[in-house]
Nanobody
Framework: QVQLVESGGGSVQAGGSLRLSCAAS????????MAWFRQAAGKEREGVAV???????SYADSVKGRFTISKDNAKNALYLQMNSLKPEDTAMYYC???????????????????WGQGTQVTVSS
């Protein structure tokens, strides 16, 4: 059973930085796609960044140049480095994985079948 556990959330002032981590376990081969999603209060869950098994990544326009997704296959870990945080980045952040996926890694939540419990990020102005 695949398990994903996020950590690293917290409260920070605008302009600050946070690094989220996701500890993954329960799979034999690394997932084809892993991603970070976020969901603000009253809003739909949205894709923030995705990364494939080879390490290629893509980002939502709203975080390009500020966030960096990375992974450490040896540690079965996924990371999200968030710099220049803005109040609009405030949300619950989720780690997600899909073991097998053909083509470019998707940014739609419905395509991912394994999820962590989330970690809260709050950015104050």
């Amino acid at each position: 059973q695949v398990q994903l556990v996020e950590s690293g959330g917290g409260s920070v002032q605008a302009g600050g930085s946070l690094r989220l981590s996701c500890a993954a376990s329960g799979y034999t081969y690394p997932p084809n796609c892993m991603a970070w999603f976020r969901q603000a209060a009253g809003k739909e869950r949205e894709g923030v960044a995705v990364i494939n098994r080879a390490g290629s990544s893509s980002y939502a326009d709203s975080v390009k140049g500020r966030f960096t997704i990375s992974k450490d296959n040896a540690k079965n870990a996924l990371y999200l480095q968030m710099n220049s945080l803005k109040p609009e980045d405030t949300a619950m952040y989720y780690c997600a994985a899909v073991l097998v996926f053909r083509g470019y890694c998707p940014s739609e939540p419905s395509k991912y079948n394994y999820w962590g419990q989330g970690t809260q990020v709050t950015v104050s102005s």
